[in-house]
């Protein structure tokens, strides 16, 4: 039988931190790349109602796992607009433009996972920085790089997002 390579990754409730506590959207950084040998990077998203999660982006490097949790979920993958209520699943291949957001009328709290994993936990660090403007919005091109998250324009998810708020 062949020996593991690294230690399991382990995180303990108390240890967790949280990007944007108190926000309509929070993050709770989970288990980074560098904790899990590269193969993994995790974290908790929660949304109040109808609240925007993440804005059109895609990756190059990983493929991007979503776990609904409770609520359900308003997605972007593709070109299509889906809604997965809690139990559901996808995966969004790399390259893939892809967005999401709680439904409307709904919150949601979702497991994320890039495979294979990438430093995550300092990009939502960084948009914490830049939402306090500790960063410039100059330096987002560079984030983009740094964390394989490069933004995408996709008119039509904030069409569907701003037509459900009216």
Known sequence: MNAPTRP????????????GAGQPASVRLLIDSNEAGGSVSTVEVTLAEGADGATPHHHTLSDEVFYVAD??????????????AAGGALVVPKFMPHAFGAAPGSSA???????????????????ERLAL??????????AQRDYDNYFDDVPRWWEERNGNRR
């Open 8 to 19: 399991a990754a382990i995180l303990r409730p108390e240890e967790s931190e949280i990007i």
């Open 133 to 142: 403007g500790e960063v410039e919005p100059a330096d987002i091109e560079a």
């Open 71 to 84: 609520g359900e979920l308003q997605v972007l993958a593709g070109d299509e607009i889906v809604t997965v």
């Open 109 to 127: 709290r979702l497991f994320i996972a890039l495979m294979p994993g990438v430093e995550r936990h300092g990009y939502f660090r960084f948009l």
